[in-house]
């Protein structure tokens, strides 16, 4: 397991759980994994939109610093939402594929 580790550490990045690459290892059940893929396969989903809304909203936000942290958190929010709100349909596919 310390190999899977050191390859593929664990993730955290801003609201996001912790992924772990040994969850699998360590004897999950194929309930938990498909609760965990559903899971990633949101967040994957959330960073893709967060990109996507970062570039499409620096127009309206460029009007000094207080418009880059807010634009940060609603960007950030948004694509929270529409993750939770069924998104763009993208983490329904990754997940089918992931679990094939």
């Known amino acids: ?3 899977i580790n050191a390859i593929m550490p664990s ?3 801003g ?5 772990d690459a040994s969850s699998k290892v360590k004897g999950k059940s194929s309930e938990d994994d498909g609760v965990q893929t559903a899971e990633v396969s949101r967040q994957f ?3 893709l939109l967060r990109q996507f809304l970062g570039e499409s909203m620096k127009p309206l936000l460029e009007g000094g610093p207080a418009g880059q942290v807010y634009g940060y958190l609603l ?4 694509a929270d939402t529409m993750t ?3 998104g763009l349909g993208l983490s329904n596919i ?3 594929q992931l679990t094939q």
């Open 75 to 78: 960007t950030d929010s948004l």
């Open 84 to 86: 939770k709100a069924g």
């Open 94 to 96: 990754l997940q089918a």
């Open 1 to 3: 397991m310390d190999a």
């Open 11 to 13: 993730v955290t990045t």
């Open 15 to 19: 609201n996001f759980n912790t992924v």
């Open 45 to 47: 989903e959330a960073i």
